[in-house]
């Protein structure tokens, strides 16, 4: 499964693989570069299904490195660079990691490797830590079958090929970056490197670097949207993938009117990165599509019964792109699925057409004097509102309600903070019960490494 590089590299080996902040280099000179890395990992004792965690920016050394460990059959352990050193350390520990390595700290040897991979299909080829936003992080395995059966359903919806050039601003510690790196070299096409998202960075390299597919959060894409103005997209652009949380419509919308081929996504670690995606002619109204080719999604409720269309229950995936399970928690494993079903937790409804419109987190859930309250719901619409910047939604212990309705908001011009305007506002759209019954003012909400909104540190 491992020859995703090696058989571009035979096909196109003049086509220009990677671009970072060293340079860009070919697909032959990468696959040679893998090769020496590979060599050199033989000789620290790596070999068939060895995990090795690894804490380094994105950029070509991480990139030579996923493919070297792909390439003796072992499993690669990217590590968010963010965790302190006792964080890291523990993680280490929970994957029994033979080898561990920081930027610079592997050597390349020009000992010649043997092409041929060890990885099978079933071969765990990543662990990831999911982010743990709602609780502690799981160590997610991906098998070789995963992450192929991923980027080849996603070559299919998204139509990509060797003239692609996917820009990565996401780290490599999650699954929407390393999705990148595995379709790319599916493909033979190039992967432009950002360590991290800097909007003026990912501006330019849109505008003046033909670069045609990128992934964004809203967040991000608000920010860029923010530094252009009205400016339109060149044709190079082909695709923003947008995931990572629910987009509001009004965000979609603005996107759309200035012409950027956004497509909503719902994509989830342990399924690969995308689970559904919309097509380019459906409308900017939120939904995230059909399932890709290869899987289903169902909504369920509490008894597992499938929801009728329209009806809110629990979305579940099934298909190649789902995980194997979470390593050594067999409960959370066994618990995770259901009849062959994976339980993603997240709240949707199937709508018209078969389109899946995902809620909510059942985790972010509210429930208020005995009312459902789904805080990207609340978010949309006071993001509707020219004086809000940015907003997270979230509760309070309360007396009388069990929990109440907060909106913590980041106001678009500091020192006008109007709460009770805000909350008017809410009311032309909202149920009364979803309104939050306080509005609280901060200069930044509390985000982990992909945007998303850490809503246990809100309370």
């Not at 020496?36 to 995990?51: P, Y």
């Not at 029994?96 to 010649?112: C, N, V």
């Not at 923010?226 to 995931?243: F, H, M, N, V, Y």
């Not at 009770?420 to 490494?449: D, H, M």
Request: charged content about 25%; hydrophobic content about 40%.
């Amino acid at each position: 499964m491992s020859r995703w590089l090696a058989d571009s590299a035979e096909r196109t080996p003049d086509a220009i693989a990677v671009e970072d902040v060293g340079g860009r280099v070919t697909y032959s000179e990468l696959d040679a570069a893998v090769s020496g890395r590979a060599a050199w990992l033989r000789t620290q004792g790596v070999g068939a299904l060895d995990r090795v965690t690894m804490s380094m920016p994105a950029g070509l050394e991480l990139i030579q490195l996923l493919h070297a460990l792909w390439r003796v059959g072992a499993c690669a352990v990217p590590l968010n660079r963010r965790l302190t050193d006792t964080e890291q350390r523990q993680q280490r520990d929970r994957v029994g990691a033979r080898l561990h390595l920081d930027a610079g700290t592997a050597g390349i040897s020009q000992e010649e490797e043997e092409r041929h991979p060890s990885l099978d299909r079933s071969s765990p080829a990543v662990i990831l830590f999911t982010s743990g936003t709602s609780g502690a992080a799981k160590a997610a395995v991906l098998t070789a079958g995963n992450l192929d059966a991923s980027a080849r359903a996603s070559r299919e919806r998204l139509r990509t090929d060797a003239s692609d050039r996917w820009l990565l601003c996401l780290p490599l510690f999650h699954v929407g970056g390393l999705s990148i790196i595995v379709r790319a070299a599916l493909d033979g096409a190039a992967v432009v490197v950002h360590p991290q998202f800097d909007v003026a960075a990912v501006d330019r390299a849109i505008e003046e670097e033909a670069v045609s597919r990128v992934s964004l959060v809203p967040t991000t894409l608000k920010r860029l949207l923010d530094a252009r103005g009205e400016k339109p997209p060149p044709q190079s652009l082909r695709t923003i993938l947008l995931g990572g949380a629910a987009a509001d419509e009004g965000l979609l919308k603005r996107a759309a009117r200035l012409g950027f081929p956004v497509l909503a996504t719902y994509g989830l670690t342990e399924a690969s990165s995308q689970a559904a995606t919309a097509a380019p002619e459906e409308p900017a109204d939120g939904c995230v599509g059909r399932a890709l080719p290869g899987s289903r999604i169902q909504v369920v409720n509490g008894s597992g019964r499938a929801c009728a269309a329209g009806e809110e229950g629990e979305i579940e995936l099934k298909g190649p792109t789902v995980f194997s399970g979470y390593l050594g928690d067999r409960a959370s494993t066994e618990d995770a699925f259901r009849d062959g079903w994976f339980r993603t937790g997240d709240i949707g409804r199937i709508e018209s057409g078969g389109r899946l419109r995902v809620l909510d987190r059942r985790t972010n859930l509210v429930i208020s004097g005995g009312e459902n309250v789904y805080p990207a719901e609340v978010e949309a619409v006071l993001l509707g509102h020219a004086a809000v910047a940015e907003v997270a939604v979230w509760r309070r212990a309360d007396p009388d309600l069990g929990h109440r309705v907060v909106a913590w908001v980041v106001a678009s011009d500091p020192g006008k903070e109007d709460g009770e305007t805000l909350q008017a506002f809410c009311r032309t759209s909202l149920a009364g019960y979803k309104v939050p019954r306080e509005i609280v003012f901060v200069t930044e909400l509390p985000r982990n490494a992909m945007g998303k909104i850490v809503r246990s540190a809100l309370e």
